[in-house]
């Protein structure tokens, strides 16, 4: 799975997408406020992208009011994930 730099998260808002190894102990970061998503680039490939689905599930709760919990968004981000390996689209 490539990492865009820029995600649309609903018609009218875009995250800019981020990738430092400056967010110790951080694994990833979602701002709703600055529109912004930061992942940890020393973790593996996988882990990437397993926190990118992570911090759009937080972007996607903040922008259309849904409220998951983190555990709800832990468990989603596995599933996804699963999915998306299961169907060869990573």
Partial sequence: MDIPSKVR???KVTYLVFQSDAIDPDLGQCNPNTKQIILNTKQSPKEIQL?????LLHALSFE???NITESQVQKLEKAIYKLLLLNKLI
């Fill in 9 to 11: 998260v609903t018609s």
């Fill in 51 to 55: 926190t990118y689905i992570h911090e």
């Fill in 64 to 66: 259309y009011e849904i």
